[in-house]
Nanobody
Framework: QVQLVESGGGLVQAGGSLRLSCAAS????????MGWFRQAPGKERAFIAS????????NYADSVKGRFTIARDNAKNTVYLEMNSLKPEDTAYYYC????WGMGSVRPTEYTFWGQGTQVTVST
C-alpha cells in the first residue's frame, strides 16, 4: 500500500503560480510512473501530467502544456507539479496517483493509488 498526500494548493490570482507536492509513504514510488489529475465540479477527473520513474519521459495534457511542469525527487519519495500562468479554468481539485504497470496513461483507471487531493482556485 502507498499513501499519497498532496499539498500546496490554495487561492491564486490569474497569471500566478503554485507548486503542488505529492509525498508518498508506505513504500517507495521510485520505480513507478506518477501522474497528476484534476477534477472540477461537475466534470470527470482529467489527466494533467505524468512522469516515468527515471524522469526520462513526461507527458502533458494539451491544456497545460507549456505552463505546467511535472518533476520528481525519488530520494524524497515526492512528486511535484509546478503550475505557472494559471487561468480560472485551472480551478479544480488536484490529485496525484501511482501507475503500477504503465508508462503514463491518461486514463484514471490505470492508476492504482490516489491521494486525497488539494484544492486549487484561480481567481480573475
Amino acid at each position: 500500500q502507498v499513501q499519497l498526500v498532496e499539498s500546496g494548493g490554495g487561492l491564486v490570482q490569474a497569471g500566478g503560480s503554485l507548486r503542488l507536492s505529492c509525498a508518498a509513504s508506505g513504500r517507495t514510488i521510485s520505480r513507478n510512473t506518477m501522474g497528476w489529475f484534476r477534477q472540477a465540479p461537475g466534470k470527470e477527473r482529467a489527466f494533467i501530467a505524468s512522469i516515468t520513474w527515471d524522469s526520462r519521459s513526461t507527458n502533458y495534457a494539451d491544456s497545460v502544456k507549456g505552463r505546467f511542469t511535472i518533476a520528481r525527487d525519488n530520494a524524497k519519495n515526492t512528486v511535484y507539479l509546478e503550475m505557472n500562468s494559471l487561468k480560472p479554468e485551472d480551478t479544480a481539485y488536484y490529485y496525484c496517483a501511482v501507475e503500477l504497470w504503465g508508462m503514463g496513461s491518461v486514463r484514471p483507471t490505470e492508476y492504482t493509488f490516489w491521494g486525497q487531493g488539494t484544492q486549487v482556485t484561480v481567481s480573475t
